[in-house]
């Protein structure tokens, strides 16, 4: 079945980039997202990409597909305080609507 | 303003009775889902639904059961409750709008403890 892998933690100085990644097992993911969670909060849809795109920039975000070697990536750029928080990678396979596997999320601590 | 409600937001109960945590949301999505989120688990969903009267399976449905009536309204009830239901869980809605946009919105999340 399908799998989704993150690290657990990163630790970035406030004004640096931040890069999180993650892995997926099915190849024939149609989506790609990512999502943010505050503390005591629910989760925010940051961004998504479509399996046939390579690279999609929004703002400070970075996502990069490598879909040969089935890595994900978000990159956060001038990282602030406020971007501390659980970064979650999330698939989804053809179809568009049917389940949704998520990572395990990664913990990103922003250093003042 | 575009919102996913969730009710109750905290709740302690007993094993075997019998409860229902409401999710409703405003933006006539077809889609919604619940999931629950466990430590070092991340989220995983419980059931999803892509329309009125039209529900399946996530990944942990076993303990749960969920009904669409209406688009709004996507409840999820706990037959007999056990201590491993003991969770945060959140229901979320989506909506793909073609061209690859899509929204989606999560509740606040319930936090449920099963005694």
């Known amino acids: 079945g399908e799998d989704v892998e993150q690290s657990l933690f990163l630790s970035v100085r406030e004004g640096d980039s931040s890069v999180i990644n993650c892995t997926y097992t099915?190849?024939?993911?149609?989506?790609l997202y990512w999502y943010k969670q505050e503390p005591g909060a629910g989760l925010q849809l940051l961004t998504y990409?479509?399996?046939?795109?390579d690279m999609k920039q929004d703002q400070r975000l970075t996502v990069l597909l490598n879909k040969k070697d089935k890595h994900l990536s978000l990159r956060i750029a001038d990282t602030q305080t406020g971007d501390s928080a659980i970064y979650f990678c999330a698939e989804i396979p053809p179809g568009g609507y049917q389940k949704v596997t998520f990572g395990i999320g990664t913990k990103l601590q922003v250093i003042p | 303003e575009a919102q996913v409600t969730q009710n109750p937001r905290y709740l302690i109960t007993v094993t075997g009775k019998k409860l229902t945590v409401t999710c409703s949301q405003n933006?006539?999505?077809?889609?919604m889902s619940w999931y629950r989120q466990d430590p070092g688990l991340g989220l995983r969903q419980i059931y999803y639904s892509m329309n009125v009267e039209v529900t399946d399976k996530g990944d942990v449905p076993e303990g749960y059961k969920v009904s669409r009536k209406e688009k709004r309204n996507f409840p999820l009830i706990l037959e007999s409750p056990s201590p491993n239901q003991t969770s945060l869980y959140f229901c979320?809605?989506?909506?793909?709008?073609?061209?690859?946009?899509?929204?989606?919105?999560f509740g606040p999340g319930t936090r449920l403890l099963v005694l």
């Open positions: 990409i479509f399996s046939n795109m």
């Open positions: 099915d190849s024939s993911s149609t989506y």
């Open positions: 979320a809605s989506r909506q793909y709008s073609g061209g690859h946009q899509e929204t989606q919105y």
């Open positions: 933006m006539n999505h077809e889609y």
